[in-house]
């Protein structure tokens, strides 16, 4: 199983960022995806997740309204369209797979990405 993430890069706050991850080795469209971050001496946080088949869509209270999560199960992707950006999304991020539906504790995923890294300047 790989999850390849991509898309991070350096931006200005207020810029946009979208991140993809591709899967490959497993059966995407029978799991829920999530995107996960971290930054250095914390432990890492759930950013947004969605379901297998896209209808429920769940984000932390402080990207809601700013960031989308989608997928398409055709094409084995998944994606974080990040607007708005602000010096605190700077972090790196994590796509995951979970079986578990709707429960999107970090201990629930089964496939992680390598990360990529947003940095976003002030």
């Known amino acids: 199983v790989q999850l390849q993430a991509s898309g991070g890069g350096l931006v200005q706050a207020g810029g946009s960022l979208t991140l993809s991850c591709a899967a490959s080795?497993?059966?995407?469209?029978?799991?829920?995806m999530g995107w996960f971050r971290q930054v250095p001496g914390k432990e890492r946080e759930f950013v947004a997740a969605i379901s297998w088949s896209g209808d429920r869509r769940d984000y932390v209270d402080s990207v809601q309204g700013r960031f989308t999560i989608s997928r398409d199960n055709a094409k084995n992707t998944g994606t974080l369209q990040m607007n708005s950006l602000k010096s605190e999304d700077t972090a790196v991020y994590y796509c995951?797979?979970?079986?578990?539906?709707?429960?999107?504790?970090?201990?629930?995923?089964?496939?992680w990405g390598q990360g990529t890294l947003v940095t976003v300047s002030s």
């Open positions: 995951a797979l979970t079986p578990r539906r709707g429960d999107w504790r970090l201990a629930n995923y089964d496939f």
């Open positions: 080795g497993v059966t995407f469209r029978i799991y829920n």
